[in-house]
């Protein structure tokens, strides 16, 4: 959504002497003269890994341009929070841009943010040009990202059919706390897990490593379902998740 040109709204300076991943610290005065997207994100928020492909992606096309993309990691569960974890995720993740290791929610608070993801598109001058809540919208903040960096690209082609512009999504099940046992309505189910050990889902056996959040089952539409979800020794399960479907009539598994 583009911002309102009248407000004139001023990006809120970076925190200091709080972490960062890949990268030294920095403020917001360091990086007038440039575009600036910043994603609030969470390593454990499967809508927060389905966005993460897209920014990327962006990262690798107009870095030389002049973008540069901040990630804020703002932890919603116990086992996203600690810095190390944090970094265990940037790495094993990929990101190739810096990411605030926001885990006190400073900037969270001073974004007034609400949610996962949630990203913010700031002109040369530190004013706020573009801002979108949650998955979608891709193509038009790619659009604002060319606009100002001045380079004309064909945006990204949508990475799933859901992200595609005007797809019409059904509502899917809300998420649940901890481990969900019963019907759902979905196009995709998750985890948040964290320890070491087994999860069975429906009978399928899935090793579990690290904190984050683990995708159990992906359907190509809007599918109602049954989940079997068993917890073994050593995880913990923080919620279940579940993610949109294509609309139509819901197939059943």
């Excluded at 116990?78 to 993740?93: I, N, Y």
């Excluded at 990929?94 to 006190?104: F, H, N, R, T």
């Excluded at 943010?113 to 040009?129: Q, S, V």
């Excluded at 964290?194 to 009978?203: E, I």
């Amino acid at each position: 959504m583009r911002a309102p040109p009248h407000a004139a709204i001023g990006a809120p300076e970076l925190p200091l002497g709080i972490p960062w991943a890949n990268g030294d610290p920095m403020t917001m005065g360091r990086l007038l003269g440039r575009t600036v997207l910043i994603e609030f994100w969470d390593f454990c928020r499967p809508n927060s890994l389905r966005t993460l492909p897209y920014l990327k992606a962006w990262h690798e096309r107009y870095h030389g341009d002049g973008l540069r993309i901040l990630g804020v990691h703002s932890p919603g569960f116990g086992c996203s929070a600690p810095e190390q974890a944090v970094r265990d995720a940037v790495a094993r993740l990929q990101i190739p841009y810096p990411v605030l290791i926001d885990s006190e929610l400073l900037l969270w608070q001073e974004y007034e943010n609400e949610g996962w993801p949630a990203r913010y598109l700031w002109d040369e001058r530190g004013i706020l040009f573009e801002y979108h809540y949650g998955e979608g919208a891709y193509q038009d903040t790619e659009r604002a990202i060319g606009e100002l960096v001045g380079v004309e690209r064909e945006p990204l082609a949508p990475l799933r059919p859901e992200d595609t512009p005007g797809a019409q999504l059904a509502p899917q099940s809300a998420d649940v706390a901890g481990a969900h046992q019963g019907p759902y309505e979905a196009g995709g189910v998750w985890a948040v897990l964290d320890g070491h050990g087994t999860v069975r889902v429906n009978g399928r056996a899935v090793e579990v490593t690290h904190p984050g959040a683990y995708p159990l089952l992906e359907h190509p539409v809007h599918t109602r379902g049954v989940l079997a979800l068993e917890i073994g020794p050593g995880v913990d399960c923080y919620a279940t998740c579940f993610t949109p479907g294509l609309a139509g009539e819901p197939t059943a598994t």
